[in-house]
């Protein structure tokens, strides 16, 4: 059974027991519309999902507002909750923890949380008022290449440490996936750890977190067909399931009141077939096809000299032609093969035209 947040309700919490209230406040002091369902079914996975989950929605739901109003929310429940907020850049994870700090200024529900003169007060790392003196600030933000250690966290939020510039060679994602295993030296007993992420290619991360015991749930824009929604397996969101088997029809917006059938087709021209299934169906097959067709085993690797070559060389690719002392800087499973056979006959060795 999932376990819920281990923070110790505040006194008189009442309503804000159950995080959707909190966000509905949060929703009306930022002058938003109400939360639409699939916002408080993320909630609801927020507060009672697992210690160690993956949250794929698509890209304008809202998973970033949702996650630092969950940041809010767990402090003002138990105010010695240390948090870490963690993105592929700097400059994201800043934005997080300072949106985290502008919510804490401004509503009066979070008032007695505001950092005291004598606490530390930057937007990037700083403290909430009842907490007591420690090494480790309330609310920390770093890049995921930065420093993690150093602090310890109840609560990591690793907000899109995926994305293009980090996970577009094999290399650049091996050393990602070494990097986000750097979270269980930072995250204390019992913490909690928290992915946001839309997956950047078909060996994404978040396939690989999955195998390390991570639970995923997905909340595609478009209800899926029976072939897109056997590739989700069992990470689908189960409101979505529900939906489906009440005659949803597939194609159609899954939360049209943020986006609806036509505004989903106009991104879907402007995006391509391959960047929206990324960006808001949340299914990669496609992006590896159309982004990379050209393999390396497409190659055919040999010595020759610098005036002539074979005129017939034989492709293939038995396990004995791999070429295992070239690095690989294609996708996971790709390899560089020398020739199956090349003519022994000069006759058919020719200058190269």
């Keep these: 059974m999932p376990r819920k947040t281990t923070g110790k309700p505040a ?42 989950c993956i949250i794929m929605a698509f890209r304008g739901v809202g ?15 138990d105010p010695e909750t240390k948090i870490m907020a963690v993105s592929a850049s700097k400059d994201r994870a800043d ?9 804490i200024e401004d509503m009066d529900v979070l008032a ?38 150093g602090s310890r966290a109840d609560l990591i939020i690793p907000d899109d440490v995926e994305v293009p510039n980090n996970s577009e060679t094999q290399l650049m994602r091996d050393k990602l996936k070494e990097r986000v295993k750097e979270f269980d030296a930072v995250l204390k007993p019992g913490g909690q750890i928290k992915y946001l992420g839309t997956p950047q290619t078909e060996l994404t991360l978040y396939t690989e977190l999955r195998q390390r015991g991570y639970d995923c749930r997905i ?30 029809k597939p194609g159609t917006s899954t939360d049209p009141k943020r986006f609806d059938d036509e505004d989903l087709a106009k991104r879907e021209l402007s995006y391509g077939k391959a960047g929206f299934a990324l960006q808001f169906m949340l299914d990669p097959r496609l992006s590896d096809v159309d982004r990379y067709p050209l393999k390396l085993s497409d190659f055919i690797v040999m010595s020759c000299p610098q005036d002539q070559a074979p005129c017939r060389v034989t492709w ?35 200058p190269y035209q």
């Design 11 to 52: 006194p008189g919490l009442g309503p804000l027991e159950d995080f959707r209230n909190f966000v509905w406040l949060v929703w009306r002091h930022l002058g938003l519309p109400p939360p639409t369902p699939i916002q408080y079914d993320i909630c609801e996975y927020l507060q009672h999902g697992p210690d160690r």
């Design 219 to 248: 909340w595609p824009a478009r209800y899926p067909t029976v072939v897109q929604a056997r590739s989700y397996g069992d990470a689908l969101a189960p409101m979505i399931v529900r939906r489906l088997e009440q005659g949803a």
């Design 63 to 77: 998973k970033s507002y949702l996650t630092s109003a969950y940041s809010c929310w767990r402090l003002l429940r």
């Design 95 to 103: 934005q997080f923890s300072t949106f985290v700090k502008r919510l």
């Design 316 to 350: 293939g690719s038995l396990p004995e032609l791999v070429l295992a002392e070239l690095p690989n800087v294609g996708l996971s499973g790709d390899r560089w093969y020398r020739p199956w056979r090349v003519s022994d006959d000069p006759k058919e060795w020719a």
């Design 112 to 149: 007695h949380l505001r950092p005291r003169p004598d606490q530390r007060t930057s937007n990037i790392a700083f403290d909430v008022g009842p907490a007591r003196p420690d090494h480790s600030p309330s609310v920390k933000s770093v890049g995921i290449f930065g420093q993690l250690t």
